[in-house]
């Protein structure tokens, strides 16, 4: 990876300084608010005190009304209900959040997930008939359906009503449902259009709850309290990567406090494998231990089983099930380190690394693998990515790309080329002809050239402010510091530059991680480069880090966690 250029996000000064009069608070905090697009006192008092009331009226959302009472006269009619779910981590947590909470208000709903490998991505037609036939009145999609027409237009024709609930960018022509749920929709007046699919899920989950409550469905019973579904939509926003703002962050904050302290039996064994079972949670704790093993399931064998994890009171199931997730999520980073030893291979013997952006096709690549290696191509090169599998009639391909690069918009171009595709701006997956490859590749290199104007971006990190040691061990700062949390995508973690300091006590810990204490008019901080994997460096010029509240063994450390160093 090469060295990114350190760039200090631009600050508008005045705003700060009016803030801090208003607000009291200390001047680098809301410097970093600001540089998050925070402007006013009001959503900044929001933002560091959040509420549960602070969540939007689920019935903004378009079609919200109609699918809540078409809902809720199934709930009173017993009728029999089909969900469809996505494989992924958000799919899979929305099924499972919109079955606990249909099983708690007296149905018994069937649950289905398409295959990874033999049926693809989205609602398929072929999955109809079989509910029409055991008797299914209505069918609820989570987190995919938005380009399901031919399945949507079959599913009318036998009878069986479809509410999509979806959160992928919608095209032209909406399915023929009864109801499309995305806050992504021109006519939404949702304030919050980055919701992952189980957020929209808890949106209508939310409207249901009250359309049954004004119908008196509760009368005389408690009120079901959602806020325990809070550890589902939180697991699956965080692990759909959605950016980290309004909404979202309201579900994350409180999630990750039902997480820490969740009866979900199976979400306790799998916080047991992955060394969550004491301690706070956070979203890195979400990214790198729990979310990879819901994935594995589903990118390896069957999303049933991360399914089944989470809905069932049964402690044996739960630890047998964890431990099948866990042993395939082995079995998915062996087989990543395998596709990115070969795509790397694939880009030096052949294309060279002078390119846009790449298309790499391998034989059998798993495909619920490539996204991932698409994934860690795209952050060491610094290009758009696309990885195709080379099995079945049609091939199958998923792609990353960099902030500068709209792979939607990429992929919109190039669609002559493609026999379908979908996703977002950063994230796609596609299917294409074999003899189309080759035409697609070129096609697509082009589609990127245009949006790069022809010019290769060098890396950048961006620095939210040079700072002293002592900025950051102000007591003000860091009791309100802790409020800003959690962080994600387009709320990232704050990132400081420091430089004239002295470093003591540097060293290697486990051979691969560099410590060291930081020093600076007479005070010190703790710093680790983590993977910094060389010997200690004789010098360090200048760094680049977060701060950091770590835990061990029942206590909380304070340390500056590095990103970058100039040496």
């Excluded at 009619?77 to 099924?95: F, N, P, R």
């Excluded at 010997?535 to 990103?563: C, D, T, V």
């Amino acid at each position: 990876m090469e060295d990114s250029f350190w760039v200090a996000a631009p600050v508008d000064r005045p705003l700060v300084e009016k803030l801090t009069r208003e607000l009291g608070l200390p001047p680098l905090l809301l410097h970093l608010l600001v540089n998050r697009g925070f402007k006013d006192p009001q959503t900044i008092y929001q933002h560091l005190n959040p509420k549960l009331a602070h969540f939007p009226d689920p019935f903004l959302l378009p079609d919200m009304e109609k699918a809540a009472l078409r809902l809720a006269g199934a709930v009173k009619k017993k009728e029999k209900i089909a969900i469809y779910g996505d494989y992924d981590a958000d799919g899979v947590t929305g099924t499972a959040l919109l079955y606990l909470f249909l099983q708690e208000v007296g149905l018994e709903p069937e649950v289905i997930f398409p295959h990874r490998e033999k049926d693809g991505y989205g609602l398929h037609a072929h999955f109809i008939p079989p509910l029409v036939e055991k008797g299914a009145r209505l069918l609820i999609t989570v987190d995919c359906g938005i380009t399901g027409h031919e399945a949507c237009k079959l599913a009318r024709e036998l009878g069986l009503e479809v509410i999509i609930t979806d959160h992928h960018e919608v095209p032209r022509e909406l399915p023929p449902a009864l109801a499309v749920i995305n806050p992504k929709r021109e006519d939404s007046r949702y304030p919050c259009r980055d919701l992952a699919g189980v957020g929209v899920a808890f949106a209508l989950v939310r409207a249901l709850r009250q359309v049954l409550y004004q119908e008196g469905h509760f009368a005389g019973a408690p009120i079901p309290n959602l806020k325990k579904y809070l550890d589902l939509v939180a697991l699956g926003t965080v692990a759909d990567i959605v950016p980290l703002k309004g909404e979202n962050r309201l579900i994350t904050y409180f999630g990750l406090r039902e997480i820490e302290r969740t009866t979900r039996i199976g979400l306790q064994k799998l916080k047991e494998i992955v060394g969550l079972e004491e301690g706070p949670v956070d979203t890195n704790g979400i990214l790198f231990r729990l979310a990879p093993r819901i994935n594995a399931g589903g990118r390896l064998k069957e999303a049933q089983l991360a399914f089944r994890l989470l809905v069932t009171e049964n402690e044996q199931e739960a630890r047998s099930l964890a431990l099948q997730l866990h042993r395939l999520n082995t079995e998915r980073q062996r087989l990543e380190e395998k596709i990115l030893k070969e795509s790397l291979n694939l880009i030096k013997e052949r294309l060279g690394f002078e390119r846009m952006a790449y298309v790499l096709a391998g034989e059998n690549w798993p495909i619920g693998v490539i996204g991932i290696v698409a994934s860690r191509l795209q952050e060491a090169l610094y290009r758009p990515v696309i990885l195709v599998s080379q099995s079945g009639e049609l091939w199958r391909g998923s792609g990353r790309s960099i902030p500068e690069v709209n792979l939607y918009q990429c992929l919109k171009e190039c669609r002559s080329h493609l026999k379908g595709f979908g996703g977002h701006p950063a994230a796609a997956g596609l299917k294409l002809s074999p003899l189309q490859l080759e035409d697609f590749a070129q096609a697509f290199e082009e589609a990127v050239r245009k949006a790069l104007r022809g010019k290769i971006p060098k890396r950048k990190l961006t620095i939210d402010a040079w700072v002293r040691v002592r900025h950051l061990l102000e007591p003000s700062f860091l009791e309100n510091y802790a409020k800003l949390g959690p962080f994600g995508p387009d709320y990232p973690e704050p990132l400081f530059a420091l430089k004239d300091f002295e470093v003591r006590t540097c060293n290697l810990v486990n051979e691969k991680h560099l410590k060291f204490y930081l020093w600076q008019e007479g005070l010190g901080l703790p710093a680790i480069y983590f993977r910094f994997g060389q010997n200690p460096p004789a010098r360090i010029r200048a760094l680049a880090g977060s701060l950091e509240f770590s835990h061990f063994q029942g206590r909380q450390y304070l340390q500056l966690k590095i990103k970058e160093l100039k040496i």
